[in-house]
């Protein structure tokens, strides 16, 4: 093997040991069994039946109080961004988001690794790590790539399809004969 591979091999080995990925598979892994086991997400996700009455909660006494002071809020909140100029930042930081996507996660991925470096100056092994984060932060510092661009790569395919939602189920389904039930 050769020493790229045996480096190669090495960082795989120290990823997939890594605290970060540990308590973050633990943690979806945990998220993922609470949802699909709450009465919540499965009443959401529940079929509607065909009687189904459609009740307008603006007119409820007990939600609809609560509706039109969120409406009245959110009026104020968005009269109140546009006079002060955070709608006009707001939306300049979106379009260099997504202008260049990887390149902002590695400034932010460069700044957590300073700050850990610094917290972490006396511990060897915790220091090793934060040097690593920053190299990774530091070549995602170099891509300049839009998400436009990056979605048209192999990567960025794969991805889009992986967070695709669903196809609909056909509706060529048997139906039950209404006679026989």
Do not use: C
């Not at 690794?113 to 006396?122: F, I, K, Q, W």
């Amino acid at each position: 093997m050769t020493q790229f591979g045996t480096l190669r091999e090495r960082l795989r080995r120290a990823v997939e040991n890594s605290w970060v990925v540990r308590v973050s598979s633990r943690t979806e892994s945990t998220l993922s069994r609470w949802g699909i086991g709450s009465r919540i997400v499965q009443w959401f996700l529940a079929e509607p039946e065909p009687e189904v009455i459609v009740i307008d909660l603006r007119e409820t006494y007990t939600i609809g109080p609560i509706l039109r002071a969120i409406e009245w809020a959110l009026g104020h909140g968005n009269r109140l961004a546009e006079r002060s100029g955070l709608t006009a930042a707001v939306r300049k930081a979106a379009q260099w988001a997504h202008s260049q996507p990887i390149h902002l996660v590695g400034i932010v991925l460069f700044g957590v690794a300073v700050a850990g470096l610094a917290s972490a100056a006396l511990s060897s092994g915790a220091f090793g790590r934060w040097l690593v984060l920053s190299g990774i932060a530091l070549l995602a510092v170099r891509e300049r790539r839009s998400w436009d661009e990056i979605r048209d790569t192999r990567v960025g395919r794969a991805l889009a399809a992986a967070f695709a939602p669903p196809d609909p189920p056909d509706d060529n389904r048997q139906q039950p004969d209404s006679e026989t039930e």
